[in-house]
């Protein structure tokens, strides 16, 4: 309930900088693809890439976060496009390790076909080309290395698609909290305007009490227009994460979680620096680019084609089959421009890496600072502003309804105001504190809030 406009300005603030706030997650833009390929990273990214549907959710009557997270990572097209890319480039490991497919040509003498003394002349050849040694197994490496990175992509979307769940689902349970205690304002206020117009009746209190009452009342029903469309503002979210009709009934939410421990900074940036799939994904094209300036400098050298041939315009049957060799004499100048491109690539995946690890570290430290802030508001309201406010609240309805000298009307209004914003900013506060925890599950990979064959979870468990 709200007094006066600045009042009520900031309740309606209050809404905003939750439900449009941004979370401390920076997706990354760097070539998404996505998951299960052969070769040595296969047990690696089997572990990154177990769905969250297998994670076991306790059944519930009402929306749980892990619930609306699975259904998020089901229904979402783009996790789908981004899997047939990373098969493309999983397809790619057993073919970059191969030989070039072998050739044979075939030529004949068409004016002998027919001839009186001889047969038809004919020549075929048979050839195959082997690159340098050791350029077939870096060729592999880097195949491998970059389906690596782009299964290490399609991991960040799932976990970024989890954490933008976990936080469109904060601010479902907040819109719902904050309508039951309008709901529960709504009720007292229509009893402090009964006990105020009893005591109008009966000569103890001013008409205005009863009218500074109704106009509560308003704008409580107000309040409560605007949360109805923050509802439906949220609902279209959750609904368009799961790319279903915006319309589309969501249920209610169950409770957040209670009593969650806060990961040391330490942990957490341990957490980060082991498991943050951008990281992993450019460590891995830092590997690929160092093998691409191997592969660069093997074109300096020589490959080796053996041939095979049969000649029948040769007289004698002894010089007919031949056998010899093919070599390529390599120019620098074809090859320089390789050479710079491939070093280009890694210097700019290194510098990549140390950006975006630099910023990580960064962003986890904000995203802890508010979650403690957060934290250490859920724990200074429910300890000692909500009781002491109700206290409060409770003598001054007393004094004004055993009509005490002392009792005000304005005082009685003024404790309720403080009980709805007091009760508005803790509910606030704990979907703030859940949407930090679900930016930290993010930026460490997991760490929060692990698959069952995921990252070993840190301290924050709910």
């Known amino acids: 309930m709200f007094s006066t ?15 449009f706030a941004g979370m401390a997650i920076t997706p990354m833009a760097w070539a998404i693809d996505g998951p299960t390929h052969q070769g040595a990273a296969t047990a690696s990214r089997a572990a990154l890439m177990a769905p969250v549907a297998a994670e076991i959710i306790a059944p519930s009557a ?5 619930l609306l997270v699975q259904k ?54 048979f050839s195959q080309k082997f ?33 933008l769940a976990r936080s469109v ?9 904050a309508l039951a205690i309008n709901a529960e304002n709504v009720t007292l206020v229509t009893h402090l305007r009964a006990v105020a117009e009893t005591a109008y009746a009966s000569g103890q209190s001013p008409q205005q009490d009863v009218l500074q009452a109704e106009v509560e009342l308003v704008r409580l029903s107000n309040q409560a227009i605007e949360l109805r469309r923050l509802q439906h503002t949220v609902q279209a979210k959750i609904n368009g994460l799961q790319n279903i009709d915006p319309g589309s009934e969501v249920p209610a939410p169950d409770d957040l979680p209670r009593e969650i421990p806060l990961s040391t900074e330490a942990a957490l940036q341990d957490a980060a620096l082991a498991h943050y799939p951008i990281l992993q994904s450019i460590h891995a094209r830092i590997a690929a680019s160092r093998d691409r300036v191997a ?15 049969y000649n029948s315009i040769m007289d004698m049957p002894a010089k007919r089959l031949t056998v010899g060799i093919a070599i390529n004499i390599p120019f620098g100048g074809n090859h320089r421009g390789e050479v710079n491109e491939a070093n280009a690539r890694l210097h700019e995946s290194e510098a990549k890496l140390a950006d975006v690890r630099n910023q990580l570290l960064s962003n986890l430290d904000q995203t802890r600072a508010t979650a403690a802030q957060a934290a250490a508001t859920i724990k200074l309201y429910n300890g000692k502003l909500l009781p002491l406010i109700r206290l409060n609240m409770h003598a001054a309805e007393a004094d004004y309804s055993g009509g005490s000298s002392s009792g005000d009307f304005l005082k009685l209004i003024t404790a309720q105001q403080q009980y709805l914003t007091a009760e508005l900013e803790l509910a606030r506060a704990r979907a703030d504190f859940f949407t930090q925890l679900a930016s930290l599950n993010y930026q460490t990979g997991g ?15 709910p």
Request: aromatic share 6%.
């Open 447 to 461: 760490a929060i809030w692990p698959s069952s064959s995921s990252a070993t979870a840190l301290d924050v468990n």
């Open 131 to 163: 690159p340098w040694p050791g350029t077939l197994d870096l060729r592999s490496r880097m195949a491998t290395a970059e389906a690596e990175s782009a299964d290490q992509q399609v991991a960040d979307l799932r976990l970024r698609l989890a954490a």
């Open 62 to 66: 009402g929306l749980t976060p892990d």
């Open 72 to 125: 998020v990572l089901q229904r979402n097209p783009g996790i789908e496009a981004m899997q047939a890319a990373s098969d493309a480039a999983g397809a790619r490991i057993e073919s970059a390790g191969a030989l070039d497919d072998p050739m044979v040509s075939y030529a004949i003498a068409p004016n002998t076909a027919g001839g009186p003394r001889q047969g038809l002349n004919q020549n075929v050849q």
């Open 169 to 177: 689902y904060a601010q479902w349970y907040y819109v719902h909290r």
């Open 295 to 309: 592969l660069a400098h093997k074109s300096y050298l020589p490959n080796v084609t053996l041939l095979a041939g």
């Open 5 to 19: 406009c600045s009042a009520r300005r900031h309740q309606t603030s209050a809404l905003a900088m939750l439900l």
